[in-house]
């Protein structure tokens, strides 16, 4: 079993990355910035969390659900969180965790999920 970890993507709140670290500092939750992903496609975003086997957090509801079904027609991806954009931030940090406390990278490959649950 393996502990899960997150990519932010360029459109989720830093303080969304930052207050889930600060409550949990053993979490693996890399920003953005982290790997260069403002401006990147929807595809090499996916393509780039998969290498990492990373879940991709994004607020995108418009369009990264549509491109994450057309990436796992070809390759497996370690999941996504969609978070909805007015979602207070504690909530989200509070998601997040409880999504690292009771789950396995396994168990998230070719998943999608929102938050609000």
């Not at 409880?98 to 990278?105: G, I, K, L």
Request: charged share 20%; hydrophobic share 45%; net charge neutral.
């Amino acid at each position: 079993m393996t502990r899960v970890r997150f990519q932010a993507d360029a459109d989720l709140k830093q303080a969304i990355v930052t207050g889930v670290i600060r409550r949990c500092p053993n979490l693996d939750f890399q920003s953005a910035n982290g790997v260069g992903l403002d401006g990147v496609q929807d595809q090499k975003v996916l393509t780039i969390a998969a290498q990492d086997k990373r879940i991709l957090v994004t607020h995108d509801r418009k369009t990264m659900p549509t491109e994450f079904g057309k990436f796992i027609l070809s390759q497996n991806s370690y999941g996504v969180i969609v978070i909805a954009q007015n979602l207070p931030v504690r909530e989200a940090i509070n998601g997040i965790i409880m999504v690292w406390e009771v789950s396995t990278a396994e168990e998230w490959i070719n998943q999608i999920m929102t938050l609000p649950f």
